[in-house]
């Protein structure tokens, strides 16, 4: 039986580098991740498609992950599995805890998929980094982020990210620093 253990670690996101039009881009953002409580999934072969320990979430993150999970299903193509939420950072408190509940059950679905789907798909899928790259850089990279933001002139309004969805493109890493 095929599994799959998936850890992603929260961030803490330090400043958005471009909120007042100043440049050709807007937000950016630099932060960090840090090794402190996991957001960790469980995902193994299965008879059937089914998710566990949603009650971790808050009701929006848990209608968050049924929608993104059902459309990475299918585009993914992945087969049947039971994909268990383990543990998580705490909730709204600035850890980027949807981003890596998110990102880290795509992650773990691709390894059970039929057709393998990169990075930048995933980032699609998960709908994250509407405003700045920070939580999406740190759960691919880990360490000290500065990301360049989306261009201006596709960010209409200037919004926090949980009311704005993430672009095709993910904002580009400018520099990551170990830490």
């Not at 803490?12 to 909120?19: E, P, S, W």
């Not at 268990?84 to 998110?102: F, P």
């Not at 960010?155 to 493109?169: F, H, I, K, N, Q």
Request: net charge positive; hydrophobic share 40%; charged share 25%.
């Amino acid at each position: 039986m095929k599994a799959a253990v998936i850890r992603a670690f929260p961030r803490v996101h330090v400043a958005l580098t471009d909120m007042g039009r100043a440049t050709r881009r807007a937000f950016g953002g630099i932060g960090f991740s840090y090794k402190g409580p996991e957001t960790t999934w469980r995902v193994k072969d299965s008879s059937r498609f089914e998710l566990s320990g949603l009650d971790l979430l808050d009701v929006a993150a848990q209608q968050d992950v049924c929608e993104v999970a059902e459309v990475a299903r299918k585009r993914m193509l992945v087969r049947p599995v039971q994909a268990s939420l383990r543990t998580i950072s705490r909730q709204h408190c600035g850890y980027g805890t949807k981003t890596a509940v998110l990102l880290g059950l795509l992650a773990a679905l691709r390894n059970f998929s039929d057709r393998h789907a990169s990075d930048l798909e995933i980032i699609e899928l998960s709908r994250r980094g509407g405003a700045s790259g920070i939580g999406i850089h740190a759960f691919f990279h880990g360490g000290v982020i500065w990301d360049g933001g989306h261009a201006s002139e596709t960010v209409s309004e200037l919004m926090p990210s949980s009311y704005r969805r993430g672009d095709p493109a993910a904002p580009p890493l400018l520099a990551r620093w170990p830490f």
